[in-house]
């Protein structure tokens, strides 16, 4: 059900998973997740970088209508968390509720984003990619969890 990181080629097409959710009535996830190429020059305190970025789009929508509607972060966390577990789930970050690309607020939608380099190993976000805040994922125990069961 979910994609591979490693092996993914870059697309304009997002791989699109709808599942219902579980701690929700009547509410279904619909996650985007998509694999692009960036390649950034140096900056003052930054060194270039190239790589990957996959980006995973959580949208909390009503099963029944498909308008936005609101569901604790927890378990669309932890679906971006299961998705970027193939690489490394500790080097995620969580954007919020915007357009990752323009910073815009998006109802019913949370952002999440892991940067890889060229072989595919999670490295920190380069700054000169950063169009909006990036918050790192918290995965330490206190933290709520719903476990995402999957088979790839």
Do not use: K
Request: charged residues 20%; contains cysteine; negative net charge.
């Amino acid at each position: 059900m979910l994609l591979s990181l490693t092996t993914l080629d870059p697309s304009a097409d997002p791989h699109v998973v709808t599942v219902p959710a579980r701690t929700g009535t009547n509410i279904e996830l619909r996650i985007h997740t998509s694999i692009t190429v960036f390649d950034v020059a140096a900056a003052p305190w930054a060194p270039a970088a190239s790589g990957f970025v996959v980006t995973v789009l959580v949208h909390s929508v009503d099963a029944a209508t498909g308008l936005p509607r609101y569901l604790p972060p927890a378990e669309p966390g932890e679906w971006a968390r299961a998705i970027f577990a193939e690489v490394d789930a500790a080097q995620g970050y969580f954007l919020g509720a915007v357009d990752p690309d323009t910073g815009e607020h998006r109802d019913g939608q949370l952002a999440y984003r892991l940067y890889l380099d060229t072989d595919r190993h999670a490295i920190r976000v380069p700054r000169q990619v950063v169009a909006c805040p990036h918050y790192r994922m918290r995965t330490g125990d206190g933290d709520p969890e719903i476990r995402i069961v999957t088979t790839a």
